[in-house]
């Protein structure tokens, strides 16, 4: 048994892109090693299957781009639960593979939606909660093309550039109150999220982590759930790198 087996006990958490692959499995060994979850997720019907295979104490499908529906969402969470001590922000898509001088207005615009604006609506709506508690991890998905910007993806590398530069701003307002928050740059792992990719893509990405392979989603859930555990106490407005040495900085 993990020494770690019982960290989140009497802990709670609200997990976005709950229903698939790093969402899923940080909310799975949340609730494994003690705590509560709510997961949101855009699928629904996903969201129902890993709601009952995690075991969530509560799960609402939403779109994360909504601001109204997060704040809903965030109160009826904190309710459901009784507090909410820790936000995963792992919702996301990779919009289109395209260079910038053809890619798709729209594509930009829904890929800066969620994966920028809908963790910064998160965040908004989860914040108070923590501060009226004196606690609060918040953990924001990332990735390496935040970083370095990968080709024909300039969409999601500058929404996850922005991911960064917000968690550093956030980290920064709340050190001292009781409330850390980091981001998590991983390179490419394997998940769902790969299927809205052309295999050139991810042979690309492949090919530029120096251990030869694509992560598991495990490695980067452990370290999401160190990021949001009580250990995690001296650090914020930081990166965590879960990337096969791609990036060391």
Request: proline residues 4%; aromatic residues 6%; charged residues 15%.
């Amino acid at each position: 048994m993990s020494v770690f087996s019982q960290r989140f006990e009497g802990r709670t958490a609200i997990v976005t892109g709950g229903a698939s692959g790093l969402g899923r499995a940080a909310a799975a060994r949340i609730v494994a090693e003690g705590g509560r979850v709510a997961i949101w997720d855009l699928n629904p019907d996903a969201l129902a299957q890993a709601a009952e295979a995690v075991g969530a104490h509560h799960a609402v499908a939403l779109d994360v781009s909504d601001q109204s529906a997060v704040e809903e969402a965030a109160r009826e969470s904190n309710a459901v639960l009784g507090r909410t001590d820790i936000l995963i922000a792992s919702a996301g898509i990779t919009g289109a593979t395209s260079p910038v001088h053809q890619f798709p207005a729209d594509s930009w615009r829904r890929v800066i939606d969620i994966n920028l604006n809908g963790v910064f609506y998160c965040c908004r709506a989860v914040v108070p909660f923590m501060l009226a508690n004196g606690y609060g991890r918040i953990v924001n998905v990332a990735s390496v093309a935040g970083k370095e910007g990968n080709p024909n993806a300039s969409a999601y590398s500058a929404s996850k550039a922005g991911v960064i530069g917000l968690t550093k701003s956030l980290g920064k307002e709340l050190a001292g109150q009781g409330v850390i928050a980091n981001a998590l740059t991983p390179a490419t792992f394997e998940s769902p999220i790969l299927e809205q990719l052309p295999q050139s893509q991810v042979d690309y990405m492949r090919s530029k982590i120096p251990m030869g392979r694509l992560g598991e989603v495990s490695e980067s859930a452990a370290m999401v759930c160190f990021m949001a555990s009580e250990e995690c106490s001296f650090t914020t407005a930081s990166v965590f790198d879960t990337s096969g040495g791609r990036t060391t900085y």
